[in-house]
T-cell receptor, first 115, second 117 residues
Framework: AQTVTQSQPEMSVQEAETVTLSCTYDTSESDYYLFWYKQPPSRQMILVIRQEAYKQQNATENRFSVNFQKAAKSFSLKISDSQLGDAAMYFCAYRRGSGTYKYIFGTGTRLKVLA | DARVTQTPRDKVTEMGQEVTMRCQPILGHNTVFWYRQTMMQGLELLAYFRNRAPLDDSGMPKDRFSAEMPDATLATLKIQPSEPRDSAVYFC???FGQGISSYNEQFFGPGTRLTVL
């Protein structure tokens, strides 16, 4: 069975600094998708970034980028120039490439941004 | 601004009462997901539908939970009878899947916070 592990329950970063959130996953599949979702205090889950496993290039979205290491089954999220609005829970998620629409979420990392 | 809506936003009820949570997926989306979020278990998938048909409800306790899609614009999750351990935030998400291998990004609603006393 596939699993997603986020080993950092909580992280802190100074405003304008860079922080990296870790995520590892376990799968025997070769085709899959990986995601980072943000959940601010409003509870709304927001997609931050996604990565297709077949793409070697790391995905980027403005200040957010990932370091996708397929062989190591690692998918970390880097937030550059951290802003107060980045404070939230961040969830890593996995989805098989075919056969299901089911997502598997990690337990989350709470990010605090210090002014 | 298309978004998933959920009602109610918060619900407090007493043990044994029936609870119904509603979700309106984004117009045109053909997959709907129900999740439960707790501190202990994190985000758990309860059930999901495609084209209004349940594809997988293996994550849902069958004895008290039921999920339906009466039409394409409404999904419901019912708990009867409710128990204190059902207290959680319940999320609905929708997406558009063109095939089982499609990306199918999920758009989440704001969730219903359920408290069962």
């Amino acid at each position: 069975a596939q699993t997603v592990t986020q080993s950092q329950p909580e992280m802190s970063v100074q405003e304008a600094e860079t922080v990296t959130l870790s995520c590892t996953y376990d799968t025997s599949e070769s085709d899959y998708y990986l995601f980072w979702y943000k959940q601010p205090p409003s509870r709304q889950m927001i997609l931050v970034i996604r990565q297709e496993a077949y793409k070697q290039q790391n995905a980027t979205e403005n200040r957010f980028s990932v370091n996708f290491q397929k062989a190591a089954k690692s998918f970390s999220l880097k937030i550059s120039d951290s802003q107060l609005g980045d404070a939230a829970m961040y969830f890593c998620a996995y989805r098989r490439g075919s056969g299901t629409y089911k997502y598997i979420f990690g337990t989350g990392t709470r990010l605090k941004v210090l002014a | 601004d298309a978004r998933v809506t959920q009602t109610p936003r918060d619900k407090v009820t007493e043990m044994g009462q029936e609870v119904t949570m509603r979700c309106q997926p984004i117009l045109g989306h053909n997959t709907v997901f129900w999740y439960r979020q707790t501190m202990m278990q994190g985000l758990e998938l309860l059930a999901y539908f495609r084209n209004r048909a349940p594809l997988d409800d293996s994550g849902m306790p069958k004895d008290r939970f039921s999920a339906e899609m009466p039409d394409a614009t409404l999904a419901t999750l019912k708990i009867q009878p409710s128990e204190p351990r059902d207290s959680a935030v319940y999320f609905c998400a929708s997406g558009f899947g063109q095939g089982i291998s499609s990306y199918n990004e999920q758009f989440f609603g704001p969730g219903t916070r359920l408290t069962v006393l």
